[in-house]
């Protein structure tokens, strides 16, 4: 079994930075590909980034790119998000999927493990 639990959400200003993270557990934690997407309230869950189980490889959705970077060490994971808009607003999840090696997954339907979410709001 894994265990995620993010941190880190809150409240920023347009404009600001904020970094979250995501703390991993469990018999498998060493061996899974980890990513972050988040939700707004009605919609569905979109992809934000992606890292490999190597720390090889990472993916980032096309309109995140240059504002946000994920990284990992050891059980945890962050993202720094830098740059906020308004409509980076939502609850930002954690999901991991037993892996190896140098992949990474962007849709919602390959993860295995889902954190209970952190919310992020941004003022304006």
């Known amino acids: 079994q894994v265990r995620l639990v993010e941190s880190g959400g809150g409240v920023v200003q347009a404009g600001g930075s904020l970094t979250l993270s995501c703390a991993a557990s469990?018999?498998?934690?060493?061996?899974?590909?980890m990513g972050w997407f988040r939700q707004a309230p009605g919609k569905e869950r979109d992809f934000v980034a992606a890292i490999s189980v190597s720390d090889s490889a990472t993916r980032y959705a096309d309109s995140l790119k240059g504002r946000f970077t994920i990284s990992r060490s050891q059980n945890t994971v962050l993202l720094q998000m830098n740059s906020l808009k308004p409509e980076d607003a939502a609850i930002y999840y954690c999901?991991?999927?037993?892996?190896?090696?140098?992949?990474?997954?962007?849709?919602?339907?390959?993860?295995?493990?889902w954190g209970q979410g952190t919310q992020v709001t941004v003022s304006s």
């Open positions: 469990g018999r498998t934690s060493g061996s899974i590909a």
């Open positions: 999901a991991g999927r037993n892996s190896y090696g140098a992949v990474v997954y962007t849709k919602e339907e390959f993860y295995d493990y």
